[in-house]
């Protein structure tokens, strides 16, 4: 039996298809149901439903051998105990800088200024800036980041953007890149040399769908 973790929203909208391309079919609409364990139309994989920052984790400890998480999440966790082998190309954006329509990002960044900045991605965040000898404050939040530099509590955020729509409804413009991000197949480095005959399978399969 082998373990793949999940998470609801954007991700599984997307996966879900791909891993029917590769043969693998929930008995029941993840979205809809109130189940954390769903079986699928094979009898030794099921689903494990979590939440999204917490997939690396599951994978990493060995609780779940495969999962689907997004760049953004494994950059955060760093990767310790997993394998990263496949780029799924799916739930695309990108991490960005971006602040208040009208404050002088470049500006700031040139005259050494100490930018205060709010995100989800401290990790991630913290590198960007200090490759690139800016100095911040980072400012830890757990959503709805574009309220930051509209309330004042911060000059910036670090955010993900797909359409842009959500940053151009509150008046904020992206300044700079930190990240190209997508969902990228994890495995537990142990579970991938015990488990081998059932997962590099599913893996061959995944790729060929992803192709
Ligand atoms: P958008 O308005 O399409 O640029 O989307 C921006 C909002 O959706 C922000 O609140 C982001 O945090 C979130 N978002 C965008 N792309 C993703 C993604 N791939 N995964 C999770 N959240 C995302």
Redesign the pocket.
């Known amino acids: 039996m082998i373990s793949i973790a999940l998470s609801k929203?954007?991700?599984l909208d997307e996966t879900l298809p791909l891993l029917k391309a590769a043969g693998i079919v929930a008995s029941e609409n993840p979205d809809t149901s109130r189940k954390l364990i769903i079986a699928t139309s094979r009898r030794d994989v099921r689903l494990i439903i979590v939440r999204?920052t917490d997939v690396p984790t599951y994978v990493q400890y060995g609780a779940a051998d495969l999962g689907i998480a997004?760049g953004?999440v494994l950059a955060e966790h760093g990767g310790s105990g997993l394998y990263q082998p496949l780029d799924l190309k799916l739930?695309?954006?990108r991490l960005m800088v971006a602040v208040r329509r009208g404050f002088d990002y470049e500006q700031a960044v040139r005259q050494g200024a100490r930018l205060r900045v709010a995100t989800k991605y401290l990790q991630t965040a913290r590198e960007h800036f200090a490759a690139k000898g800016v100095h911040v404050d980072l400012i830890k939040l757990y959503g709805s980041?574009?309220l930051a530099p509209l309330t004042g509590l911060a000059d910036a955020i670090v955010?993900?953007?797909?359409?842009?729509?959500?940053?151009q409804a509150n008046d904020l413009i992206a300044v700079e890149e930190v990240a190209q991000?997508s969902a990228r197949l994890i495995i537990n480095q142990a579970a991938f040399k015990l488990k081998r005959a059932v997962i590099q399978p599913v893996l061959d399969a995944l790729t060929r769908a992803v192709k």
């Open positions: 929203g954007r991700i999204a997004g953004d739930a695309r954006c980041m574009e955010d993900l953007v797909s359409t842009g729509n959500t940053l991000i």
